[in-house]
């Protein structure tokens, strides 16, 4: 966990996930209870990006292997919300699985906030 | 004492009272330097200066060497984004005045000297130039109004060009209206004044136009036609600008000795799109143009004593209501004034012209969408000098009413003095007050610093203020601790330990991970840094906090 400047430069508590290389950064939770969807905010330090001279980061959901959603992101956008639905596994626990990517790697400090409900 | 005489002459008294402000600013000056930590800036002009001293050191000891392109171009490529009037003077100030004649305890002291010294000139020509045109009460209050601004009296502490700039930039103005009125000498001073400004600072780009609008504005709608037709004389000082100052600047900057038009050309293309820098304005933090248009007018509301303010608009009133109908009159026809000789080109009229042309002049590059976002106040300070003038001006304007208004005679002659008195109290008091937290300092229009603050106007910047938690950093550090400086270039770092003020043992960094103790100096841009000290410290609770007057402004974090 770390803590990044939004867009106000106000503190929002997150967690750093750099993807290497242009594969990216696959992080596996299993056992998540599963609500009608999964919601956050993701971003990169605001004072660092703003001016928002790399490409997109993306990040995809996949739920028990099954994609849900994907969230692309633009670093000038500062500290910007997504949202998933899940309601197809809504009451269930499952295996999420969250990929960070981009097609331009260096200096991806992306961090996010993620939960269910 | 008579009040708004424009005396021609300069008294006895009057070079006295020059000596008397120089003097007594430098001191004034020196007496507040103690706690007054080093600007980032000052940190990289140190740097710059430490390597042209060498320089100079060569030059003594192997002339033709240190000729050489490549000698040059190894000491003297420090810093060259900036001319180097300033930067040599601190060189020599170090080398002459700690060094060989052990005059300061603190080296840092010794490199501020010239800015200091430089700044107090502004004070003096002020004086000088009010004397001449308002008379000598007129002209003290505005010199001593200039001194004490709390933002040039911060800046005029500081080893930069701000303050030197303003100083500068007035001395060439003042040279130049000395031109208008005749003499070769005065034209020529005028090519060597422009010069040393160029060689000061980049604010001297606008200055010319300036001048050449004022030349045109005083003869009149025909300018022109006249000018063509040869009825009118161009002032010997718009040929002496280009001709010698060109010469001066060339001189004074080793570094575009040799591979001249590409390093200038580099030099303006760095300064026209300078790299952008963060500033508070009512709660936005600004990092890319335009800036607000009411940025420099609400920080000059906001930073300039009221009363200053209050003169100066007395002051500017008086003048253009003086100078409207003398213009309106010229249009009715040929005056003698077009077809008189240059000596009859500065009048009461042009003088106060001239002020205004400049004092906008300053503001100007804060009316483009281009201009990049630089820092605060010390962008346009230039004007203020102009400013005041206006405010002698308006003192003496005030001055009379209020002597009309004391029944007494015996009281009334004494009134402009108690007048003056009055207006410099606030002032003088609020400068000493806001040392050494200088760029913290707003005036109680806003709220002072706490209603500033509340507004959303910019705290600090520079990470000076360090200067002012020494004493806590080296209470509290442990022994051989790194201290994460923050905003505090790490050549200031170096300097206040050499300089005795931060302890021997402690070393200045750049990383939070591995230091003991993490500085942190407020403006919302910079909070990333300090998430990021509670994210490796552990903890969200600052050991110290710096304050003036209530307002947090440094806070300093124990591992």
Same mark, same amino acid.
């Given at each position: 966990m770390?803590?990044?400047?939004? #867009? ?18 696959r992080?596996?939770f ?26 997109p ?7 028990n292997?099954?994609?849900?959603? #994907? ?11 997504f949202r998933?639905?899940?309601?197809r596994?809504?009451? #269930?626990s ?6 960070? #990517? ?16 | 004492?008579?009040l ?26 020196l007496?507040t ?8 800036d ?5 740097? $710059?200066?430490?390597?042209y001293?060498?320089w ?13 392109p ?10 060259h ?9 601190? $060189? ?34 002020t004086?000088?130039?009010? *004397? ?8 003290l ?14 800046h ?6 701000d303050?030197p *700039? ?15 009125e ?6 020529i001073?005028?090519?060597?004044a ?9 604010n001297?780009?606008?200055?010319p136009g ?23 004389a161009i ?9 010698i ?15 001249? $038009? ?6 303006v ?14 709660g ?6 335009p ?6 007018? *609400? ?7 009221g ?20 213009w ?6 040929p005056?003698?004034i077009e ?6 080109l ?32 010390k ?22 009413? *209020? ?9 009334a ?27 913290s ?8 610093a ?10 600090t ?19 051989h601790?790194?201290?994460f ?51 490796d ?5 600052? $050991? ?16």
């Amino acid at each position: 966990m770390t803590i990044l400047d939004d #867009q106000t430069y106000r503190r929002r508590r997150c967690l750093w996930a750099h993807p290497h290389g242009r594969d990216g950064l696959r992080l596996s939770f299993t056992n998540v209870p599963i609500g009608r969807e999964t919601y956050g905010f993701a971003g990169l330090s605001y004072f660092l990006f703003r001016d928002g001279a790399h490409g997109p980061t993306t990040l995809t959901a996949r739920v028990n292997g099954e994609p849900v959603g #994907q969230y692309v992101h633009r670093d000038e956008w500062g500290w910007h919300g997504f949202r998933f639905d899940t309601a197809r596994f809504a009451g #269930q626990s499952a295996d999420v699985e969250l990929e960070v #990517q981009s097609d331009d790697p260096s200096d991806r400090q992306f961090c996010f906030y993620a939960d269910a409900r | 004492m008579k009040l708004g005489a424009r005396t021609r002459s300069f008294e006895r008294v009057d070079y006295g009272l020059c000596v008397v402000l120089w003097l007594g600013y430098v001191v004034l000056l020196l007496a507040t330097v103690k706690d007054l930590g080093y600007a980032r800036d000052e940190g990289f002009y140190f740097q $710059a200066a430490r390597s042209y001293e060498g320089w100079f050191q060569l030059l003594l000891t192997d002339g033709a060497r240190a000729l050489e392109p490549s000698t040059i171009d190894r000491y003297w490529s420090a810093n060259h984004e900036h001319p180097a009037l300033m930067k040599s003077l601190f $060189a020599l100030s170090h080398r002459y005045l700690f060094e060989s004649f052990g005059l300061f305890r603190e080296q840092g002291t010794a490199y501020r000297f010239p800015g200091m010294a430089v700044s107090a000139l502004g004070v003096v020509v002020t004086y000088a130039w009010g *004397v001449r045109e308002l008379g000598r009460l007129a002209g003290l209050v505005g010199a001593l109004s200039l001194a004490f601004m709390p933002r040039i009296f911060h800046h005029s502490h500081l080893a930069c060009f701000d303050t030197p *700039v303003m100083s500068m930039l007035l001395v060439t103005t003042y040279v130049y209206a000395r031109s208008l009125e005749g003499g070769l000498g005065w034209a020529i001073a005028t090519g060597v004044a422009y010069g040393l400004l160029l060689d000061t600072k980049h604010n001297a780009w606008l200055l010319p136009g300036a001048f050449v609008l004022h030349f045109l504005l005083t003869r009149g709608p025909h300018a022109f036609r006249e000018l063509c037709a040869g009825r009118v004389a161009i002032p010997t000082s718009l040929f002496t600008i280009p001709l010698i100052s060109p010469l001066v600047f060339y001189a004074g900057w080793p570094w575009i000795w040799h591979d001249t $038009a590409r390093r200038l050309a580099d030099y303006v293309a760095f300064h026209l799109g300078h790299e952008y820098y963060n500033m508070e304005f009512l709660g936005q933090t600004y990092w890319k143009p335009p800036m607000p248009r009411l940025y420099a007018w *609400v920080m000059t509301l906001a930073t300039v004593p009221g009363i200053t303010l209050v003169l100066f608009a007395l002051g500017l009133v008086a003048s253009v209501l003086a100078i409207v109908p003398a213009w309106r009159k010229r249009e009715a026809g040929p005056t003698s004034i077009e077809s008189a000789p240059r000596g009859a080109l500065t009048s009461a009229v042009s003088t106060p012209l001239l002020w205004l042309l400049c004092l906008l002049m300053c503001y100007a590059p804060w009316w483009s969408d281009h201009t990049p976002i630089f820092g605060g106040t010390k962008h346009w300070i230039t004007a203020y000098p102009f400013l005041c003038l206006f405010a002698g001006r308006g003192f003496v304007f005030a001055a009379e009413r *209020v002597r009309e208004l004391v029944p007494r005679p015996a009281l009334a002659q004494f009134a402009p003095e108690l007048l003056a008195a009055c207006v410099l109290i606030g002032p003088l008091s609020m400068t000493l007050h806001s040392a050494p937290w200088g760029l913290s300092f707003y005036t109680p229009l806003v709220g002072g610093a706490p209603g500033a603050a509340s507004l959303g106007l910019n705290r600090t910047f520079w990470g000076y203020t360090t200067g002012a938690m020494q004493g806590f950093i080296n209470a509290r550090a442990p022994a051989h601790a790194s201290v994460f400086v923050a905003d505090t270039a790490l050549q200031s770092w170096e300097m206040m330990r050499a300089d005795g003020r931060i302890r021997e043992d402690l070393r200045g960094t750049l990383a939070i991970a591995g230091s003991s103790i993490a500085l942190y100096h407020h403006e919302p841009h910079m909070h990333r840094v300090e998430y990021q000290v509670w994210v490796d410290y552990g903890h969200d609770a600052p $050991a110290a906090v710096g304050t003036f007057d209530g307002v947090p402004v440094i806070w300093v974090y124990e591992r």
